[in-house]
């Protein structure tokens, strides 16, 4: 097995930034949160992630990595 696919085969951690500052009204966070659904859709149930959503200040969906089958993705956002 290649080293590209025992890689891609591995648990990954995932940290997500989303932008949510004021500037990203519209179709600007519409496209952002479109493009998160798509990355975590990319998971499996292995992986873990975690969405660190920038204003001014970094509040964090959770303290902890998530396994992906814990969450649904519409309610991450």
Do not use: W
């Amino acid at each position: 097995m290649g080293r590209y696919i025992r890689a891609a085969a591995c648990p990954k951690d995932v940290v997500i930034l989303l932008d949510v500052s004021g500037s990203m009204k519209g179709l600007r966070i519409e496209i952002a949160k479109a493009t998160v659904e798509k990355i975590l859709d990319t998971l499996t149930d292995d992986d873990f992630f975690n969405v660190i959503m920038v204003r001014e200040l970094y509040p964090l969906l959770s303290q902890h990595y998530q396994p992906r089958h814990s969450i649904k993705t519409h309610s991450v956002i």
